[in-house]
């Protein structure tokens, strides 16, 4: 156990603001950030963790659940597991990092069964340890994370990093939106594990994530990568929210009429759903379901049953009306570049876990139907905390610096009014949304769509800070602008289909641009392609 | 979105408040309020996470529903997730019946 008495520090502090002073600061609660703060802690760093909403459930695991992806370490299912997806994710996963992230995962869904997750016992005596239940899973590390001696601030989100004078990363700082003041931390390495970018669409539990850490990150200089990898959609009710799609494997997709949508599946076929919606309502069933399946299924996700048995639907005999949510990069596999094996970015100091960072190192341009996510979360969550505490003890005492604050837009006084966040948020919406922009896409319409988001981006750069109550959601809006821009930017310069990534103007995968493309800056967004893998291995090695 | 609070069955623990992601409710000298109803997202949590099955989040993510509580309190709706997942005391035995490793790879 760690030393109790390594915790931050509260220090004094002008009214209406609360300061610590603490070795890591952690953003973001999900399991990324918890598994940092607990790696941390247990590297003897003092650490301050702060959530948005409450750490615990908030983000997209806690609400929704995940599979995760667990193979026992038998050299055989490993390859296997590791060939499995090479092809949908268009041959973009590194081969080194995908072993990594198996015997982490293994590792550290054995740490969960010693603390007491309540794992699932098959007919032959086995732990079966391949999913966890949100809720019970986010919990657990809630209370991991404060028995490792961490501060946790809820309901605190984080509006901006805080910088030395040579450019490292040294803290952020935020509001406590039910006390109504500010907080900073200031620290010697802040780990961005705020999640994706899931524009507010209502996919199950991601309306916190908005890509707040993107943004924070792009204002010291960070880099993006794998962007165009950002355009999941997920199946739920018409109605509802629960984009559940493992069970859709069941269904049967039908029109209006009762036909059967040709070509339409939750799993390969999800674009004929999409095409299909443009023209009219979809309607599903999980009429392939057997008793011994429908029962399974009850057990194992009662919420995905919720919005049926509160409607009085029944999934199994009754169709229903189906919509697909985008989930933007929280199942897409863009975010922050990493650089090197403790998932440091191109900034000293700063760190990104989970679906703050990009996860093309395990599932190159694909993650539909889950379980890589999670494995990832945890793997680089946990390499996240322990580089950053590492890190913090490279630098030594932080006496005397001073820091400066990096955040900019809605929050600098500017010659133009202040950006209404509202309507802000669903002019991003009506970019990122609809599926002939993003699902299907193509150059001119996606230069029509950058050209809309460029000329927003420079009236909110522009305007002026925003109030307090609207300061929040004022950083998400901007959030969600940017990362659209980086997305279809990215789209952009990707002249072939691969992984998830579709254009209709080059419907084949190029063999030519197995390469991963790079993206920054906010006024102006540039783009570059770097080798994949094996491509510099290769290389390295004439 | 989040409908109803119970004044009967609220204790004014005030753990809604805590644990709602999105902050939509408010603290009072009482019952808590749903004073941003807009911001709900429709996760469910706050009915899991309430003592006393107060709280009834509709299935509507998108439009509010009026709701009739005396007709609702008649059904098994409320609370009927928390049941589920075993974070009652009769039910608690369901916290380790997950079958999704059947499930998978289908
Ligand atoms: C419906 C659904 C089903 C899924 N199923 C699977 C699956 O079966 N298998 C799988 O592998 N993956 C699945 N995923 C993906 C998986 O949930 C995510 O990959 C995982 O949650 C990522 O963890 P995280 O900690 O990075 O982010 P999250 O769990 O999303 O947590 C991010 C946290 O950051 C906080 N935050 C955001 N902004 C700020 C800010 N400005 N300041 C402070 N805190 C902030 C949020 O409040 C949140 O608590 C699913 C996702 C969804 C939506
Ligand atoms: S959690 Fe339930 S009992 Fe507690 S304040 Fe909220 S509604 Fe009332
Ligand atoms: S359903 Fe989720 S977002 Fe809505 S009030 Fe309850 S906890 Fe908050």
Redesign the interface.
Known sequence: MPNPTHRAERVSAPEGSVVFEADVLVIGGGPAGTWAAVSAAERGARVVLAD???C????AT??AGT?VWYIDPNPALREAAMADREKMGGYLQDRRWMARVLDSTYQHSNSLADWGY?????DRGKS?R??L?G??YMRLMRKRTKLAGVTIL??SPALELLVDDDGAVAGASGVR??KQDRWTVRAKAVVIATGGCAFLS?T?????LTGDGYLMSAEVGAEFTSMEFSNPYAIS?A????TKT??Y??ASFTYDDGSVVPGAASKGGRSAIARALLEGPVYARLDKADDD?R???R?????F???F???GIDPFKDRFPVTLRLEGTVRGTGGLRIVDDSCATTVPGLYAAGDAATRELICGGFTGGG?HNAAWAMSSGAWAGQGAADYATQVGPAVGRSLRSAGAVALRSRQRRAFAPAALARAVQAEVFPYELNYFREASRLQGALGRLDAAWRDVSEADAADASEIVRAREAAAMLATARWMYRSALARQESRGMHRRDDFPDQDSRQRHYVTTGGLDEIWTSARPHAEASYAEAAE | MIEVIDGERCTSCDIC???????VFDKTDGIPVIARQG?C?????CE??CPEDALY???????AQPIDLVALKQTD?MG??RR??G?TDETCD???????????G?
């Open positions: 948005k909403g409450f615990g459930t908030s983000g806690a609400a599979g309540p794992y699932p016992v098959d079966q391949n999913s239940q809720p019970e809820d309901h939106r039910q209502k199950l539990g991601s309306n916190v009710p109605f509802g929210s629960v493992l069970f494997g069941w399946v029962h399974q299924m057990v194992s996700q009662p919420n049953f919720l919005p048995d509160r409607t379980s | 408040v805590n644990v709602c992601p999105t902050n911001d997202q429709t996760c469910f949590l899991l996470y989040v509709s299935p509507f993510a998108d439009q709706s009927s997730y589920a997942v974070w369901r916290r380790g019946v997950d079958r999704s490793y059947l499930l998978f289908h």
